[in-house]
């Protein structure tokens, strides 16, 4: 059973463009969101986090939005860049120990 | 070295034979987690260490996978009678407490099997 449920499974976005990534759960008990980038080859990499306190974290060009009472949380990625092609995914967890992770979204910028 | 090491970094083996993966966490990390990476699956969550608790075992998909760590530093997964379907990248994962923290990944093994 699939604890967090991500979309869209891939993506395509011109360079300056938004990237936008959404991810759906049901386990109200969750209360750490982390969002984590992965490049070929290499092992995810913690990219941002939210804890369910707030809406919105935003850190540089990437921000998570946070809807508590829809149980949804999504990443934004403005500004686009070449060097963000990679694989996001999303992650929840209670008590910030043990993660579920979404299935991934691959991510291409073209230039 | 800083981060997390995993050997080999590619493994070809037969369907029936055994096979050990090894994870070096980052030195002082409490906490440590191996993961599934399979094509459309995402990260599938096997087993997790922390401290000196039993550890949390819920995500072996059979009695064929199992864990350990010793000293509370390096681990070892082990897969029985290996089968295609455990083709997959093995990702190993360490964080400093386990709560809240961030998870710093090795770059996987790659296991094959023929």
């Known amino acids: 059973q699939q604890q967090v449920k991500q979309s869209p499974q891939s993506l395509i976005v011109q360079k300056g463009g938004i990237s936008i990534i959404n991810c759906a759960y049901e386990n109200t008990a969750f209360d750490y969101f982390p969002w984590y980038q992965q490049f070929p080859g290499k092992g995810p990499a913690l990219l941002i986090a939210?804890?369910?306190?707030?809406s919105e974290k935003k850190e540089g060009r990437f921000t998570i939005s946070f809807n508590k009472s829809a149980k949804q949380f999504s990443l934004h990625i403005m500004d686009s860049q070449p060097g963000d092609s990679a694989t996001y995914f999303c992650a929840a967890s209670r008590r910030g120990n043990q993660f579920y992770f979404g299935t991934g979204t691959s991510l291409t910028v073209i230039p | 070295g800083a981060g997390v090491s995993q050997s080999p970094s590619n493994k070809v083996t037969e369907k029936g034979k055994d096979v050990e993966l090894r994870c070096d966490p980052i030195?002082?990390?409490?906490?440590l987690y191996w993961y599934r990476q399979s094509l459309g699956q995402g990260l599938e969550f096997l087993i997790y260490f922390q401290g000196n608790s039993a550890p949390d075992k819920s995500g072996l998909p059979s009695d064929r996978f199992s864990a350990e760590r010793t000293g509370g530093s390096v681990s070892t997964l082990t897969i029985q009678r290996t089968q295609q379907e455990d083709s997959a990248v093995y990702l190993c994962?360490?964080?400093?407490?386990?709560?809240?923290?961030?998870?710093?990944f090795g770059s996987g093994t790659q296991l094959s099997v023929l």
């Open positions: 939210i804890r369910p306190d707030v």
């Open positions: 994962a360490s964080s400093l407490s386990g709560f809240y923290e961030k998870l710093f």
């Open positions: 030195s002082g990390h409490t906490a």
